[in-house]
């Protein structure tokens, strides 16, 4: 407990999260070892709502849906701030329990008063108790990128004599990657580039073969898991789906990105390899996870406020990126969208019903700032 530093006339009647009654209250169910905080904790006397693990919960949302649950106080908080005298926060990982019925204590974080019979809110991004739905945003964004790209390389080439197993490779358009097939006259079919022994990295040079060779002079393609971006519009980010490279089987996606501007033109690996050599290709997109928003017209857009918009499914924003906070900027979706789009509209919703209402008990319960004590039938 901190110093006392004041003598109160009266008692104060609670704190948030407090049991408001001895009436039943029921539990949240969940998954095995299930429940605890998620990665950035929880909080008592908020909203929260289970993750897709069905084991860890958070003060935020990760869908257009109602809260799974209150945190209310049972001594699940730890003070884990140097010298802190006290915490309602529960660490990453530790266990909670979440109440979906009962009657509780909660701060009314406004813009109202919230009387008897009101309808409680729960705000998406932080999890507190409002007596309307908290204002989204709108905007506009992109999802994804739309590329011009090569998969692979043409060279010329020639067997290494006295090392056939070797080739050497001059004259490159594009990237030779270990890993990647190689094809061309005098290498036998299922050949596969295994290492390269000298040489400009990905480029001229020698390269160990899985077989022997006797290529003289000739035109080699290879083509693999290595792509290369050379002109991009929007943001490639890694786990992103990839489409319009001639082929890549679909479902394939970003598996990392070897050089160039983060996010923009460079060399990427992917999932899975295409089956065959693509000197340019146009029109090859990537969409995943990340928006980038072009343009807020209204509000703010916040980590955990479910977003809307045509091509993007029932999800919520995860965190942001860069940019202005709220702003124009780069943000994460919990769920990835489902095609590039260069630019569409999107919404996000600041709260939703929680499904508990408020049950003030006194003239001074429910004002804005103020505590009041909220109702659900235990489930």
């Given amino acids: 407990m ?22 039943p209250r029921s539990s949240t169910l969940a998954g095995a070892s299930g429940l605890v905080a998620g990665p950035s ?32 106080r049972a001594q699940q908080a730890l003070i884990s701030v140097y010298l802190g005298e006290y915490s309602m926060m529960v660490p990453a990982g530790f266990q909670i329990d979440l109440s979906n019925g009962g009657d509780f204590w909660i701060k009314n974080a406004g813009p109202a008063a919230l009387t008897k019979g009101a309808t409680v809110y729960a705000g998406y991004a932080d999890g507190k108790a409002y007596s309307s739905a908290p204002t989204g945003a709108t905007g506009t964004a992109s999802l994804g990128s739309t590329n011009t790209a090569a998969l692979g390389s043409t060279s010329t080439g020639t067997a290494v004599v006295g090392n056939p197993e070797q080739i050497t490779i001059s004259a490159v358009t594009g ?25 400009t990295t990905g480029g001229a040079g020698v390269y160990l073969l899985n077989v022997a060779n006797t290529a003289s002079a000739a035109t080699i393609t ?56 693509t000197a340019s290709a146009a029109g090859v997109t990537t ?55 260069a630019t569409e509209a999107f919404t996000t919703a600041g709260g939703i019903a929680s499904g508990w209402t408020a049950y003030p008990t006194s003239a001074d319960d429910g004002a804005v700032g103020g505590l009041v004590k909220i109702s659900k039938q235990p489930q």
């Fill in 175 to 199: 990237v030779l990657t270990p890993g990647d097939n190689i094809a061309g006259t005098g290498i036998p079919a299922g050949a596969q580039v295994v290492s390269q022994v000298s040489g």
């Fill in 41 to 72: 904790g929880a909080i008592v006397g908020r909203f929260h709502w289970i993750g897709p693990d069905f084991i860890s919960a958070d003060p935020f949302a990760t869908g257009p849906a109602a809260p799974d649950g209150f945190l209310h």
């Fill in 287 to 341: 969409f995943g996870s990340v928006l980038k928003v072009a343009t807020v017209s209204a509000g703010s857009v916040l980590p955990g406020m479910a977003i809307t918009a045509t091509n993007v499914p029932a999800t919520a924003v995860a965190s942001q990126i860069s940019g202005a906070t709220g702003g124009v900027g780069v943000y994460q979706l919990f769920a990835p969208g489902t095609q590039y789009v």
């Fill in 222 to 277: 290879t083509f693999g898991s290595t792509v290369v971006v050379s002109a991009t519009t929007g943001i490639i980010s890694i786990g992103d789906t990839t489409a319009g490279i001639t082929g890549v089987p679909a479902g394939t996606t970003i598996a990392s990105q070897v050089s160039g501007t983060v996010g923009g033109a460079g060399t990427y690996t992917l999932s899975a390899p295409g089956t065959a050599y």
């Fill in 2 to 23: 901190p110093f006392q530093t004041r003598v109160n006339s009266y008692n104060p009647v609670a704190v948030e999260g407090d049991p408001a009654s001895a009436n």
